[in-house]
């Protein structure tokens, strides 16, 4: 099991590698891309930038949360209230970059509306729903785990 839990491990790293190069070399730059690009929204240059910084917080939160259920996994604590929590948290974040990114959405429009360019919006919308997936799917292990550690507890009990 040690190597499987490594490989998601070394998965995790790999989905948030490119996510803090963006954050450390791309985003501190978009504020003046954003505003040659458009000059009528370069007072938007700003929000849009801390916006994506807001919403990268709860997503290194929920991957950290990830990298702490796979070490649970290694230590066989698997079934326990830890992982149950860190569930619940991976859900609320994923819950809060959809909501995020729909209170985001006019910013998305104003851009996407002068640039003329209608894929940002597909793009945002696709931030959101995969978020949502990703919070029903951790909704769905969360109740299934708690209610195996349930199942468990009432085993060690009439043993």
Not at 5 to 15: C, E, P, Q, R, W
Not at 42 to 57: G, M, S
Not at 113 to 120: F, H, I, K, V
Not at 127 to 148: D, E, H, R, Y
Request: glycine share 4%.
């Amino acid at each position: 099991m040690k190597r499987e839990t490594l490989f998601l491990k070394s998965a995790i790293f790999i989905i948030g590698a490119p996510v803090v190069m963006l954050c450390v070399f791309v985003l501190p730059k978009f504020p003046n891309f954003y505003a040659e690009w458009l000059p009528e929204l370069a007072y938007l240059r700003y929000p849009i930038t801390i916006f994506f910084y807001v919403t990268a917080i709860p997503f290194f939160f929920a991957l950290y949360q990830a990298f702490n259920i796979l070490t649970y996994i290694d230590k066989n604590e698997a079934f326990s209230d830890l992982s149950v929590r860190a569930l619940k948290y991976i859900k609320n974040c994923a819950t809060a970059i959809s909501l995020l990114y729909i209170a985001g959405m006019p910013f998305f429009y104003l851009t996407a509306d002068l640039d003329d360019a209608p894929g940002m919006i597909i793009i945002g919308l696709m931030v959101v729903f995969g978020a949502m997936v990703v919070a029903v799917f951790a909704a769905v292990l969360q109740k299934l785990l708690q209610k195996a550690i349930e199942i468990k507890s009432e085993n060690d009990l009439t043993v």
